[in-house]
């Protein structure tokens, strides 16, 4: 009875009206607006067993701390205990998402001899040990074109460097492409034309013609395959990484065009063999595409979006229902000719969307110090000690265009625009899980420190009330990094409740509040303002829904209403919204709100 009177009650009070709490930071004076009515993903795969045992030892595949970020990076690994334990590590803090760092095409140049040169001129390890015949592997695959045609050449040589290994279909044409094994090394060698056409007819004799080689250094064991195999064990999805474009030399931010058809000829043939091998596995979410770009008004300018185009259209060839997932970065500095405002990062987004990719995760960037975690009302005070490497003394006004929020709010309305226009695209938020700058850098290079889980459920604030999943950069060196690590911290205070949203809401003839958010059970949501604090304990006066009916919401998330009567409030005033737990865990973070008349 409960449940259908706040059905009904609601319905009718969404005709007539639903007043939006928490104010748009960018808005001058108070609008009406109503709450987005996010969609829930699809369901994720559950673990195979609750433990496994293999050479690498026994692992558990059950969670004991679930988090609200759901996915992370990692880097790749020569140890194949290491992604076990990583893995493991990940789900038991309710990771189910991972997603792969990957490796870059690299234009090369050769020797007299045939011998890939290094980018300092000298001849590349990695590369030399590849001989067939007697011959380098570029002097062999020039003759075998010239046995074909005499006028055939090699005009430009790339390499590619991986840990997993291949299958027959990463070839067009065998006659002229396959393996060479070397030792505990697998190089691949693959002819192509220049303009990314890859023609299957395969005819090398009818006309002389300069071609494209790659080599590829591989592994005689497959690491995505690995990874899978995890993800199926541990009921995770897995998004490993497209090729890297190679970066314009004078503009590094960008890809250099005259790569370009190179670049998508390697793309799809390691995707048409993924095809091949991997479409029907369920652990296999997605792919990743590598090359970052700054979110800006001006992206549709940037060649790097041919990228994006080039491989959506094969991905959808080859992994029919497989997401391209990309991460751009914000950057919000005012103090910097190229810091954006939020409309200028919504911009942006659309101009990614209209590429064709499934998810864009955009970086929050706070760990860089590009974007600061601030309320409307705090504009005026001075930024966090650990951003001033980056921006200085100043106030939040001074230094940033917007906050977290403002972006995520803007992107998020910009998808919404989208949607309606006929694409299918998820937002999510990647936060950051380091600082700008530390005592100790996390990192093997960089500067980067570590950061805390205060300061991570703070982003988690920020952004979670726009998004459809949360997922951080990275797992490997940043959340595992110092004493006590935030992986370990967030084992022991995972329970603290975390709100995201608050939504003026009443239910029946009460007028009350809603929070969103994680971790509510039990929980007694707190109203502070000028006249002073109520606590509304939403067991004994409220209701929660731990699995709310709206669709897309990230994992975890949980709706609570509790009564709450708001013309006490000013009109205007800024009120602080917390969630508090018999344990004493409450909010490190409150909601800042205020009344939209």
Not at 361 to 385: C, H, I, M, N, Y
Request: proline share 7%.
């Amino acid at each position: 009875m409960r449940w259908l009177l706040l059905v009904v009650g609601v319905a009718v009070l969404a005709v007539i009206a639903a007043v939006v709490i928490v104010l748009r930071p960018g808005d001058s004076e108070p609008t009406a607006a109503t709450s987005p009515a996010p969609k829930r993903s699809a369901t994720l795969p559950t673990p195979k067993v609750s433990e496994f045992t293999d050479p690498c030892g026994t692992f558990d595949t059950g969670e004991i701390a679930p988090y609200a970020v759901t996915g992370y990076w990692i880097t790749p690994k020569s140890n194949p205990c290491t992604w076990r334990k990583q893995l493991q590590e990940i789900h038991r803090v309710g990771g189910d998402t991972i997603i792969r760092i990957g490796y870059g095409l690299q234009f090369r140049t050769v020797t007299a001899s045939g011998q890939v040169r290094a980018k300092d001129g000298t001849i590349d390890s990695l590369y030399k040990p590849c001989v067939e015949d007697g011959l380098s592997c570029h002097d062999a695959a020039e003759r075998d074109l010239k046995q074909a045609n005499p006028g055939n050449r090699i005009g430009r040589m790339y390499v590619y460097r991986t840990d997993e290994a291949f299958g027959p279909d990463l070839y067009r044409c065998p006659e002229m492409e396959h393996a060479i094994e070397v030792g505990k090394r697998v190089y691949y060698r693959l002819i192509t034309q220049a303009d990314g056409s890859d023609d299957a007819t395969c005819d090398f004799s009818s006309k002389a013609q300069s071609y494209d080689m790659i080599l590829v250094a591989g592994s005689p064991r497959d690491s995505l395959k690995e990874l899978l195999d995890l993800g199926d064990q541990f009921g995770m999805r897995i998004f490993p990484a497209l090729p890297l474009a190679p970066r314009d030399h004078k503009t590094p931010i960008r890809a250099e065009k005259r790569h370009l058809g190179t670049l998508t000829t390697l793309t799809r043939r390691i995707v048409q063999d993924y095809g091949a091998r991997f479409a029907d596995r369920e652990s296999l979410g997605g792919v990743y595409q590598p090359f970052e770009v700054q979110m800006s008004a001006t992206l549709a300018d940037n060649p790097t979006l041919e990228v994006y185009s080039d491989q959506h259209r094969i991905v959808q060839q080859e992994l029919s229902g497989k997401p391209i997932l990309i991460s751009p970065y914000l950057d919000a500095r005012k103090r910097v000719a190229f810091g954006q405002t939020p409309q200028q990062v919504a911009e942006g987004f659309k101009a990614l969307v209209r590429t064709g990719v499934g998810i864009i995760a955009p970086q929050d960037s706070r760990g860089t110090g590009k974007v600061g975690l601030f309320w409307p009302d705090e504009r005026g005070d001075e930024v966090d000690e650990r951003l001033r490497p980056v921006v200085g003394e100043s106030t939040y006004e001074t230094a940033y265009h917007g906050s977290t929020r403002d972006y995520y709010r803007a992107m998020s309305e910009a998808r919404e625009e989208m949607m309606d226009s006929g694409y299918h695209v998820q937002l999510w938020a990647n936060v950051e899980v380091f600082e700008p700058s530390g005592d100790r850098p996390c990192a093997p290079t960089g500067t980067r420190g570590k950061t805390d889980k205060e300061r991570l459920d703070q982003a988690v604030t920020m952004a979670g009330r726009y998004v459809q999943k949360i997922v951080s950069y990275m797992w490997s060196d940043f959340m595992t990094c110092g004493s006590p690590s935030v992986e370990e911290e967030i084992v022991k205070d995972w329970q603290r409740p975390i709100a995201v949203d608050a939504i003026r809401r009443p239910r029946d003839v009460q007028d009350g509040v809603e929070v969103r958010g994680y971790h509510l059970d039990l929980g007694t949501v707190t109203v502070q303002w000028s006249g002073g604090t109520e606590e509304m304990n939403i067991a004994s006066v409220g209701w929660l829904d731990t699995d709310p009916i709206e669709e897309e919401l990230p994992e975890g998330m949980q709706a609570a209403w509790v009564p709450f009567d708001w013309t006490k409030v000013p009109a205007g005033e800024w009120v602080r919204i917390g969630v508090k737990l018999p344990s004493g865990q409450s909010t490190t973070e409150p909601l800042h709100v205020r009344i939209v008349t």
